[in-house]
Each structure stands twice: as structure tokens, then as C-alpha cells.
């Protein structure tokens, strides 16, 4: 069966460090992955998408990595600040017409 | 910036009350979707509109229907609420659908929804 893990346990860093976050699928062959932020309370966000054919993509102090033979991608923040703490969702879509499918999703905590 | 408006933050409704979840998005996006989030379930997809007057079934939409009678409206219907409908509420709009461009969805601030 289709599967997206994310690791459900929260991530703890201190401030400062690069925080790193997986998104593992099996079952699928994604088109392109999309990272989303989601703060309490609030709808997620849309911070980041990369397609199949890309292995790396920038912006600002974020940064994802898409594996296609691990069937993985990382989602990193570099020198992390406490305003960073929030849930990130990783989410991803087969051939042209699927629609978008969501991991669980991890908490980042980054203390001051 | 995108907007995309759900009408209410919380709602408290009772078993068997049929339930009203309204969306209203203001950039002309062409395709809107009904999400629920659970604990330990993630987001799921409960029905998405890529037109006026056209809707699809997502993962779970048992128990549910919606109206797309306006482009820019999106209204979640439950028939007979029930406890089990107990969730947070997500209403999404997007530009082509993501399957064929990547277009990323804008969320609104979602509807907890209790069914007592």
C-alpha cells in the first residue's frame, strides 16, 4: 500500500543548529514533493516544491533534497531560530492528475 | 497574497444536525479542496472541485458532501453529523491542479469542528 512517513516524534535542537527532517514514501512515484509549515491553529503553508528530475533546492536558510531511488527526501533549516518551531508537512503527487498527499507531518521545537 | 476564508474557527453541533462548512477564496483559483486533520492521521482529502458545479470524491468522503456553486465558494456539507466527524476542518485552493503543474495549495485557518 501507498505509504509517507514522517517521523512523528518531535524534533528537539537548539538554536543555531541545521535541523533535519525526512520524508520517506513507498508505493509512489512522485512527480514532484511539496514541503508545507503549520503552525497551531493556523492551515498550513507552502514553503517548497521539487520535481523528480531535481536533487536539490534552495531558499533562504531552507533546503530540500529529493531522492528518488531512496525514496526520500530531506527537508533542512540552517542555523535554526526558535521562530522556526512548527510542524512541517511533506506532501507529494504521482503522474499528472493526482492529487497531493500529506505525511503526518513533524514537530520542530528549536530552544533558545 | 492569496486569501482563502473559512467562516468559522469553532463550531459545536449536535449528532444528526446537518452542518454547513463555508469557504470563500479571493484569487480566482480555478480547483478548492476539503481536507480533515486527526492526530496520527495527517491531512485527508475528503472532496476537491476543479470547476463551478463540478466535484470529486477524495479518500474519505462518506458522510459528507459539498457545493461549488460560485467559483469562488466551496462549501463542505455534513448530512448527519456524528461524533466520529469530531476533526479540524481544511479548506485549500489552488491554480491548475497539483498532479499537472505543482501549483501549491493555499490553506485557509481551518474549522474545529465538535459533534456532541
Known amino acids: 500500500s501507498q505509504k509517507i512517513e514522517q517521523n512523528s516524534e518531535a524534533l528537539n535542537i537548539q538554536e543555531g543548529k541545521t535541523a533535519t527532517l525526512t520524508c520517506n514514501y513507498t508505493?509512489?512515484?512522485?512527480?514532484?514533493l511539496q514541503w508545507y509549515r503549520q503552525d497551531p491553529g493556523r492551515g498550513p503553508v507552502f514553503l517548497l516544491l521539487?520535481?523528480?528530475?531535481?536533487k536539490e533546492k534552495r531558499k533562504e536558510r531552507l533546503k530540500v533534497t529529493f531522492d528518488t531511488t531512496l525514496k526520500q527526501s530531506l527537508f533542512h533549516i540552517t542555523a535554526s531560530q526558535p521562530a522556526d518551531s512548527a510542524t512541517y508537512l511533506c506532501?507529494?503527487?504521482?503522474?499528472?492528475?493526482?492529487?497531493?498527499?500529506f505525511g503526518g507531518g513533524t514537530r520542530l521545537m528549536v530552544k533558545p | 497574497d492569496v486569501k482563502v476564508t473559512q467562516s468559522s474557527r469553532y463550531l459545536v453541533k449536535r449528532t444528526g444536525e446537518k452542518v454547513f462548512l463555508e469557504c470563500v477564496q479571493d484569487?480566482?483559483?480555478?480547483?478548492m479542496f476539503w481536507y480533515r486533520q486527526d492526530p496520527g492521521l495527517g491531512l485527508r482529502l475528503i472532496y476537491f472541485?476543479?470547476?463551478?458545479?463540478?466535484?470529486e470524491k477524495g479518500d474519505i468522503p462518506e458522510g459528507y458532501s459539498v457545493s461549488r456553486e460560485k467559483k469562488e465558494r466551496f462549501s463542505l456539507i455534513l448530512e448527519s453529523a456524528s461524533t466520529n466527524q469530531t476533526s479540524m476542518y481544511l479548506c485549500?485552493?489552488?491554480?491548475?491542479?497539483?498532479?499537472?503543474?505543482?501549483?501549491?495549495?493555499?490553506f485557509g485557518n481551518g474549522t474545529r469542528l465538535t459533534v456532541t
Open positions: 485549500a485552493s489552488s491554480l491548475p491542479p497539483p498532479g499537472q503543474g505543482g501549483s501549491p495549495l493555499h
Open positions: 521539487i520535481r523528480e528530475n531535481e
Open positions: 508505493n509512489y512515484s512522485p512527480a514532484y
Open positions: 484569487m480566482d483559483h480555478e480547483n
Open positions: 506532501a507529494l503527487a504521482g503522474n499528472a492528475g493526482n492529487m497531493l498527499t
Open positions: 472541485s476543479y470547476d463551478v458545479k463540478m466535484k
